[in-house]
């Protein structure tokens, strides 16, 4: 589509915000950074910019970078922040139609609460009538950085984001991890910075990455052109990190690193998930994935390790979960389609092979078992002593 490209660039260390944005001066777009200020009297999305050409003009601007304050139009911090993007991209399409704009998003924003949304937002503002006629924008490419040699720590370890001062607010008890690994499932683009000598942890990264995104391997790499020249599928993005329709990526296994793909038709039994949740989850892994239990048949129920914390939750139904990506023929012969009730976990580790199999073998003790399915449909309804994991049934 002709018009304005936006772009998003994501992080959870604002340090690698701080060196994208160094790499970005000189280039032919505007480069703004934008932050959250919710402490703020009635709350501020902050916008700073050094105008076209980036920090490349700090000699003519000693001042520093204009900073424009706007009041949160909403109590939702994400809600907020898509408002005022959506108003960015709308100026910028009327001030310079052909441009390109690069937001380096707040840190530890989760890619798929905020972008779809804007998405769907510009796709309308392309449609609206004004006295000027519609701004035009498209949305390029999304990217999210990391830290390369701190990728282990980072994903494996738990390292609230409270602690380094990165919090979206008094109740933000969110770990580093749970961002990346959210993120690297959704971007377009990865860039891994310091790739090619962080062995195990530039592994991690490949097999957490989607196989039909794109990995830079660090800053140098030309990622304005590689942003520019995609065009963001939010509903792809979306169905690479649900929980009922994510994958198993995998990616090289030179430093230890290895996936488990674990799956099966047959529910998980109430009991004896709750018995070995710990065995399931193992010790220093990341996992990601979907379950159902015969006493919730209609509910999606995820599945999510890492940093060291097991999240458990309701993913909404299975008649309304998105339509798996596709696979080839071979992958499809066994496969079960994504709005069928089915188990899935993708689980990834770096060496220790006795832990890969304790969690295969946790696995296929949790389901339920051919002698228990006549009684299946007594489960039906009945409390399955999961509710402070899952809620209540309606």
């Given at each position: ?301 995820a599945w999510e390790v890492v940093g060291g914390t097991v999240s458990v939750g309701d993913a909404g139904a299975w008649s309304e979960a998105p339509l798996a990506l596709p696979a080839s023929g071979a992958a499809r012969a066994g496969a079960v389609e994504a709005t069928e009730p089915h188990c899935h ?18 696995f296929a003790a949790v389901l339920l078992r051919e002698d228990e399915l006549a009684e299946a449909l007594s489960w039906i309804g009945a409390a399955d002593g999961l509710e402070d994991w899952l809620g209540h049934q309606s």
């Amino acid at each position: 589509m002709p018009g304005h490209s936006l772009a998003l660039v994501s992080a959870v260390d604002p340090t690698l915000l701080d060196l994208l944005e160094l790499t970005l001066a000189g280039e032919d777009c505007l480069v703004v950074r934008a932050a959250l200020l919710p402490d703020a009297e009635d709350g501020l999305v902050r916008l700073s910019s050094w105008g076209h050409g980036g920090v490349a003009a700090l000699g003519e601007k000693e001042e520093g970078p204009a900073v424009v304050d706007v009041p949160m139009p909403a109590d939702c911090l994400t809600c907020s922040l898509r408002e005022v993007l959506l108003a960015v991209a709308e100026d910028r399409a009327r001030d310079e139609p052909q441009g390109t704009t690069v937001v380096l998003l707040p840190p530890a924003v989760e890619l798929p609460h905020l972008v779809p949304g804007l998405a769907r937002d510009l796709a309308e503002m392309a449609k609206e009538e004004g006295v000027q006629g519609p701004a035009q924008a498209r949305l390029a490419g999304v990217a999210h950085l990391i830290d390369a040699e701190s990728a282990l720590a980072d994903l494996l370890d738990h390292h609230p984001l409270a602690e380094a001062g990165l919090a979206l607010g008094e109740h933000d008890q969110r770990c580093a991890g749970e961002v990346h690994l959210v993120n690297l499932g959704y971007a377009d683009v990865i860039v891994s910075v310091g790739h090619g000598s962080a062995g195990s942890g530039a592994d991690l990264v490949e097999h957490l990455r989607p196989l039909d995104t794109l990995l830079l391997p660090g800053l140098d790499a030309p990622l304005l052109s590689c942003l520019l020249g995609a065009d963001h599928d939010a509903d792809a993005a979306l169905r690479r990190v649900h929980p009922a329709t994510t994958q198993a990526w995998g990616g090289p296994d030179g430093h230890g690193v290895w996936t488990l793909d674990l799956s099966a038709r047959l529910p998980f039994h109430p009991g004896r998930l709750r018995e070995m949740v710990a065995e399931l989850a193992g010790q220093g892994l990341c996992a990601r994935g979907c379950f159902w239990l015969p006493s919730r048949p209609g509910r999606v129920c995820a599945w999510e390790v890492v940093g060291g914390t097991v999240s458990v939750g309701d993913a909404g139904a299975w008649s309304e979960a998105p339509l798996a990506l596709p696979a080839s023929g071979a992958a499809r012969a066994g496969a079960v389609e994504a709005t069928e009730p089915h188990c899935h976990l993708v689980v990834t580790g770096v060496g220790e092979p006795e832990q890969k199999q304790a969690v295969e073998a946790a696995f296929a003790a949790v389901l339920l078992r051919e002698d228990e399915l006549a009684e299946a449909l007594s489960w039906i309804g009945a409390a399955d002593g999961l509710e402070d994991w899952l809620g209540h049934q309606s």
